[in-house]
C-alpha cells in the first residue's frame, strides 16, 4: 500500500495557515484521516502532543522520509467550526483551482484572534455605613487613596474600573488589597464592538400576499419535512422579495436556527441592515471590507457562540461559522460580485450550495433578472422555480420609453441628454419629485486622444488607456499609475487632445449647467471610498436632501426610493459593446434593474433608455421587463456556441514578466489539452479549446498575460483537465517560479 502524508496545520489562526507541516499517516488511520479532521500530532523537539488540523493529503513527501513523524492519533471532538472551514476550503481549492493556502485565508474570516474588550467594574461588598467607617480608619492610617474608593463606594455601590484608576487616582494595587478584605469585588465583562449603530422603531406590519405566504411555506416546509433544497425567486422589480427572506428567516429564528443574507455590494448594506434589524433587533450584525479588524473578529465570535441569527454581507458572508446554519440566502444572484477575482475564482451561488449541503441548509436565491445560470436550472430540475409577477402594494411598473440617440444627432441635439429626458427632468423638479441617472462609467472622461493623428494616452505599465479625472489628471484603473495630462500630444504636437465619453463627473457638471437650481448627488467608485460613504450617500438621497442622484452600476442595485418617479439611462448599450459573451445577459439586466427603481411609491414611474442599438433584443425585452422572452433568445446562442450554462468553460491564464516565457509555457498547456482531447475515445471532441493567445489586455503592472479557454459539457471533466494542468506546473516547479497560472470556471469576464 502505497504511503499516505498528510499536511497539517497546528495553530488554525489566518496569519499561520502558510505554515503546514507534513506528517505520516499510519496505516491504522488512513480511512479516518481526511481533510478538516482534528488530529494529534508530535510537535517540535520534545515532541509535544498539539492538536493539528488536516488541510491536505498527498501521495508524495515533500522532506526526507526518515525525517516526516507520524500522525499521533484522530482527536475524539472531530469536526469543529474550523474543522468545517477546512473541508469547504479543501472542495474550493479542488473545485476552483489554487493554492490549500489561498482558499484557507478565503474561508477564515479574521486575520487573527484579537484581544476582546472588557468592561471593569468595581462594586461595593458590604453596606454604605461599615464603608464609611473602614474609610475613617484608613484615614488615621494615612492610607488616603483607600479611603477615596471606600467614600465613592458609600455613595455609589457600583462604578467604573477605569473612573477609579484614573479620577481617583487609586492604583491597582490598592483596588486588589481591599478585594482582599472584602470590601470591595472587581468585575470583568467582556464587550463586542458592533459595528451596527442602534436602530430605533419597530418594522411595519406588512399583509404578504398570497404568491408571498405561498414561497415562504413551500421553503420551511420543506425544511422542516427534513429535504432543503435550493430555490429561485424570480420575482419583477418592487414585488417584494425581501418581505419573502424576511418571512423565512423569522421562521427559521423560530426553530433556532440561523441566516446568511448575502447581498452584492456593499452599498445595499444599509437599507437592507435598517429592515432587518427593525424586524430582529440586536441579534443581526454585519460583515463586510469595511468594518475594523476588531470588529471583524467579534461578529465572528458572536456568530460561533450563537450569539446573533442573522448576518448581512457580500460574498465574504457566506464563511460566518455559524454553529446551527439554517438558511442562505442570496439576493440579487445574477450580479457579477458573487464571483471572486482572486485565487480561488469561487462563485457564492455554488459555494452556498456547498455550505448549505454540510449543514443540511436551505439556500434561496433571488432575482428580478436572474444570472442564465440559475434560470437555466430551473429548467433542469435542479433548483425550484418560484414567479412573483406583482409589485408590492398600489405601485405599477414604469412606462419606458427607447429614445434613438441618432436621430437625437440628426436633429442637433449634441447633448448627453435627450430632448425627452430633458422634458421630462424638468416635470420631476418642479413637481418635487426625485431622479435617478444611471451610467456605466466612472471618472471625467473615458481616454483621452489625440483628434489630429488619433494618439490614445496609454498606461506605460499596461496596455490599457488611461482615463482622465478631475483637475487633469490621468490614471490607470489597473495598476494606479498617474501622469498629469499634457497640453499638446506627445505623438504629433497638435493641441486636439481631448477626452472621449462622459464620465460620472462630466454628467454632474451637465446637470449643473442645465438645472443650476438642483440638488445633486454623485456615487461611483471615487465618491464612496470613505468608510460609511455608501450610507452617508444613501441616507442623504432617502431624506430627500436631494433632487437627482446620478451614478454608476451601485445606484441600480436594489435600492428603494419611494419618491423616485424618473430613471434616466444613459448610453445604454455602452455594455453591449464589450468583447463578451455575457454582454447581452449583463446589458438587459443592467437596463431592467434601473428601470426597476423608478415608481416604486405610490407616483407612477418612467424611464428614459437613451441607446445608439434600440434594436438590439437585451434592449426591447428590457423595455418590456420582459425575462422570459430574453432567456429564449439568448440561450439559443448559448447552445449554438457552447457558452455556460449549456456546457461549461474554464479560462486559463498564465502571467509572467518575461513574455517569451509565459507565451511558451501558455503554448505548452494548450498542447496538453489537445493531447487529452485527441487521446480520448469518440467522446473526445466534447472537450473544445479556444486559444492559446495574448488576454484582452496583454499587460498589467509589467506583467505579460496569455490565455486559453476549455469548453465541455462536464463540469468535472474540466475538473480532470485542471488537475492535469496543475501536476505539469508543479512538476515544473523550479523552472516556473517567475510565472502565476490562475483558473477561472465559467468565468464572469474575458480575459
Avoid at 422634458?423 to 451610467?439: K, N, P, T, V, Y
Amino acid at each position: 500500500m502505497a504511503e499516505r502524508y498528510a499536511d497539517v496545520i497546528v495553530d488554525i489562526s489566518h496569519e499561520k495557515v502558510d505554515r503546514p507541516f507534513q506528517y505520516r499517516v499510519p496505516p491504522q488511520l488512513l480511512e479516518a484521516v481526511y481533510p478538516g479532521v482534528r488530529v494529534h500530532v508530535p510537535f517540535g523537539r520534545g515532541d509535544r502532543d498539539k492538536i493539528g488540523y488536516v488541510v491536505d493529503l498527498s501521495d508524495r513527501a515533500d522532506y526526507p522520509v526518515d525525517k516526516i513523524k507520524d500522525i499521533m492519533a484522530v482527536d475524539e471532538k472531530g469536526i469543529t467550526a474550523q474543522s468545517s472551514q477546512i473541508q469547504i476550503a479543501y472542495w474550493m481549492k479542488r473545485q476552483y483551482g489554487s493554492t490549500m493556502i489561498a482558499a484557507l485565508k478565503t474561508v477564515l474570516p479574521v486575520r487573527r484572534a484579537l484581544k476582546q474588550l472588557e468592561k471593569k467594574k468595581v462594586t461595593a461588598c458590604v453596606d454604605a455605613g461599615t464603608l464609611q467607617d473602614v474609610a475613617v480608619q484608613c484615614e488615621q492610617k494615612h492610607q488616603v487613596a483607600k479611603a477615596r474608593v471606600l467614600r465613592a463606594l458609600a455613595e455609589d455601590e457600583v462604578l467604573p474600573y477605569e473612573l477609579i484608576r484614573q479620577k481617583l487616582n487609586v492604583s491597582s494595587a490598592t483596588l486588589l488589597a481591599l478585594e482582599k478584605q472584602g470590601y470591595l469585588k472587581t468585575e470583568t465583562e467582556h464587550i463586542y464592538r458592533n459595528p451596527v449603530k442602534r436602530v430605533e422603531g419597530r418594522e411595519k406590519q406588512v399583509v404578504l400576499r398570497d404568491d408571498q405566504r405561498t414561497v415562504i411555506e413551500e421553503v420551511v416546509g420543506d425544511y422542516r419535512a427534513g429535504r432543503p433544497g435550493t430555490y429561485l425567486i424570480h420575482g419583477v422589480t418592487g414585488s417584494g422579495k425581501t418581505e419573502v427572506y424576511l418571512g423565512i428567516i423569522e421562521q427559521m429564528i423560530a426553530m433556532g436556527k440561523q441566516a446568511i443574507m448575502l447581498i452584492p455590494e456593499i452599498a445595499l448594506t444599509y437599507q437592507t441592515l435598517l429592515r432587518f434589524y427593525k424586524r430582529f433587533g440586536e441579534r443581526v450584525s454585519v460583515m463586510n471590507s469595511t468594518l475594523s479588524a476588531g470588529e471583524k473578529y467579534d461578529q465572528v465570535s458572536r456568530a460561533a457562540a450563537g450569539e446573533l441569527d442573522v448576518i448581512i454581507g457580500p460574498r465574504s458572508a457566506l464563511f460566518t461559522p455559524f454553529p446551527n446554519l439554517g438558511v442562505i440566502i442570496m439576493d440579487e444572484e445574477h450580479e457579477s460580485s458573487y464571483k471572486s477575482e482572486s485565487s480561488p475564482k469561487y462563485h457564492a451561488r455554488e459555494t452556498a450550495i456547498r455550505i448549505a449541503s454540510m449543514h443540511k441548509a436551505s439556500v434561496v436565491l433571488g432575482s428580478a433578472t436572474p444570472s442564465m445560470e440559475a434560470y437555466y436550472r430551473t429548467k433542469t430540475g435542479e433548483y425550484k422555480l418560484f414567479e412573483m409577477t406583482k409589485r408590492h402594494g398600489s405601485s405599477t411598473l414604469p412606462g419606458v420609453y427607447i429614445i434613438d440617440m441618432r436621430e437625437e444627432l440628426k436633429q442637433g441635439n449634441r447633448s448627453v441628454f435627450s430632448t425627452k429626458l430633458h422634458d421630462l427632468m424638468e416635470r420631476r423638479l418642479e413637481a418635487g419629485e426625485q431622479i435617478m441617472l444611471f451610467l456605466n462609467r466612472r471618472g471625467y472622461a473615458g481616454f483621452v486622444s489625440c483628434r489630429a493623428c488619433g494618439h490614445v494616452m496609454k498606461c506605460p505599465h499596461c496596455d490599457v488607456s488611461l482615463s482622465e479625472h478631475r483637475g487633469g489628471r490621468l490614471v490607470c484603473h489597473y495598476c494606479g499609475y498617474e501622469e498629469n495630462r499634457p497640453a499638446v500630444c506627445p505623438e504629433c504636437g497638435s493641441r486636439y487632445l481631448m477626452g472621449f465619453r462622459a464620465g460620472t463627473e462630466q454628467i454632474e457638471e451637465a446637470l449643473h449647467k442645465e438645472f443650476p437650481g438642483a440638488r445633486i448627488l454623485r456615487m461611483d467608485a471615487d465618491t464612496t471610498r470613505k468608510k460609511e460613504s455608501y450610507e452617508k450617500i444613501l441616507e442623504a438621497f432617502a431624506d430627500e436632501k436631494a433632487d437627482i442622484l446620478v451614478g454608476t452600476q451601485m445606484i441600480v442595485k436594489g435600492h428603494d426610493f419611494p419618491n423616485v418617479t424618473l430613471v434616466g439611462i444613459l448610453a445604454a448599450d455602452l455594455s453591449l459593446n464589450q468583447n463578451d459573451y455575457r454582454a447581452g445577459e449583463r446589458t438587459f439586466q443592467l437596463l431592467t434593474q434601473a428601470a426597476g427603481r423608478a415608481g416604486r411609491g405610490d407616483k407612477p414611474g418612467e424611464v428614459v433608455i437613451q441607446t445608439y442599438q434600440p434594436e438590439h433584443y437585451s434592449i426591447v425585452h428590457a423595455a418590456n421587463q420582459d425575462y422570459g422572452s430574453f432567456y429564449e433568445e439568448e440561450i439559443i446562442y448559448r447552445s449554438f456556441m457552447q457558452y455556460p450554462p449549456v456546457a461549461h468553460m474554464m479560462a486559463v491564464l498564465v502571467t509572467s514578466r518575461e513574455q517569451q516565457t509565459g507565451k511558451e509555457l501558455c503554448g505548452q498547456m494548450a498542447s496538453l489539452v489537445k493531447e487529452m482531447r485527441d487521446s480520448r475515445d469518440k467522446d473526445g471532441g466534447a472537450l473544445q479549446m479556444i486559444g492559446p493567445t495574448e488576454a484582452v489586455i496583454s499587460r498589467i503592472n509589467d506583467q505579460y498575460r496569455y490565455v486559453f479557454y476549455v469548453k465541455h459539457r462536464d463540469y468535472e471533466e474540466l475538473v480532470k483537465v485542471k488537475d492535469r494542468l496543475e501536476l505539469f506546473c508543479k512538476e515544473r516547479e523550479k523552472e516556473l517560479h517567475n510565472l502565476t497560472v490562475q483558473y477561472d470556471f465559467d468565468p464572469i469576464n474575458t480575459y
